[in-house]
């Protein structure tokens, strides 16, 4: 077996949550779990709307579709409402795409972009995680 780089994220910045309408779903979340939404925003290169909420370091990110043909239009139609998506928090992005390439798992960004608030990420594919979407995501400096 080939040596594995270790990649040792720090912690679970968000999960993502694909939901038909933030409007809908909100309410659950501050009403019945008691958390707040902190930030709503728009991130119209990957054609949704978020939604922000903070349980201890980890955050849980709404993502509400604003086209059909969008990765988040997609999902809904193929799988319906859920999970889609978990982020790790990890120290040096660039290094980690290096390492995960290193480890044989297949990159769906090459290059680190920037998402929602401001982080810079960079998603694993989910044929190469097990079937989870995996996204590493940072501060910029
Ligand atoms: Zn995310």
Redesign the pocket.
Known sequence: MPKISVMKPTHIE?I?IAVKSLDESIPYYENVLGLKCYALEDVADQRVKTAFFMVGQTKI?LLESTDPEGPIGKFLEKKGEGIH?I?FAVENLPEMLDQATTNGVQLIDKQPRR??EGLN?AFLHPKSTFGVLT?F?THPE
Do not use: K, M, P, R
């Open positions: 968000h993502g990110e998506h982020a998402g929602a990420i996204e995501c």
